[in-house]
T-cell receptor
Framework: GESVGLHLPTLSVQEGDNSIINCAYS??????FIWYKQESGKGPQFIID?????DKRQGQRVTVLLNKTVKHLSLQIAATQPGDSAVYFC????????????FGKGTHLIIQP | NAGVTQTPKFQVLKTGQSMTLQCAQD?????MSWYRQDPGMGLRLIHY???????DQGEVPNGYNVSRSTTEDFPLRLLSAAPSQTSVYFC???????????FGSGTRLTVV
């Protein structure tokens, strides 16, 4: 079965609003999570990561929250812009960073003008 | 610094044909991996390598072979193409301390 997954296949938000994309994982031993952005016709692009010893991590306009109790993480994008339109994936390291990633299905973020 | 380069970008194969998808990185990354992405799905790991001469299977390895003779190159071979292998293939690399894998732009493969 799939180790990580996302709750919604599509999320539509107004330009300027904040976006929240959710992800659930099933492996309680997972210790490293990454969010990727994939634009149409391109490979995934790293956004932000978080380790299991953290609850929150902030980047530029993005914040990742990790709730280990319910095995849930979220990606918050502040002041969503048209350039944020893409598919967002959460991924977890299979082991030690060298053994590849396990991806969820993805959420397509649509920005309404 | 070209990053991760995949060739070709597009390929059409007939069932039963074989081919090699090329992946090269110029960042001296020791870890490399191959994924396939089917419509509406996340990426699934095919094979990975932790260094030259070392490869291992991922989640969906059947029908694919890999080798890693140099740090830079990690080709993926389809032995006998099947329609179920129609997909977009991504190669990625990372080095110790990097926050996330760097992905190539993908190869779109159609098997008819």
């Amino acid at each position: 079965g799939e180790s990580v997954g996302l709750h919604l296949p599509t999320l539509s938000v107004q330009e300027g609003d904040n976006s929240i994309i959710n992800c659930a994982y099933s492996n309680s031993a997972s210790d490293y999570f990454i969010w990727y952005k994939q634009e149409s016709g391109k490979g995934p692009q790293f956004i932000i990561d978080i380790r299991s010893n953290m609850d929150k991590r902030q980047g530029q306009r993005v914040t990742v929250l990790l709730n280990k109790t319910v095995k849930h993480l979220s990606l918050q994008i502040a002041a969503t812009q048209p350039g944020d339109s893409a598919v967002y994936f959460c991924a977890e390291n299979r082991g030690g960073g060298a053994d590849g990633l396990t991806f969820g299905k993805g959420t397509h973020l649509i920005i309404q003008p | 610094n070209a990053g991760v380069t995949q060739t070709p970008k597009f390929q059409v194969l007939k069932t039963g044909q074989s081919m090699t998808l090329q992946c090269a990185q110029d960042m001296n990354h020791e870890y490399m991996s191959w994924y396939r992405q089917d419509p509406g799905m996340g990426l699934r790991l095919i094979h990975y390598s932790v260094g030259a001469g070392i490869t291992d299977q991922g989640e969906v390895p059947n029908g694919y072979n890999v080798s890693r003779s140099t740090t830079e190159d990690f080709p993926l071979r389809l032995l006998s193409a099947a329609p179920s292998q129609t997909s977009v293939y991504f190669c990625a690399s990372i080095t110790t301390g990097d926050p996330g894998y760097t992905f190539g732009s993908g190869t779109r493969l159609t098997v008819v």
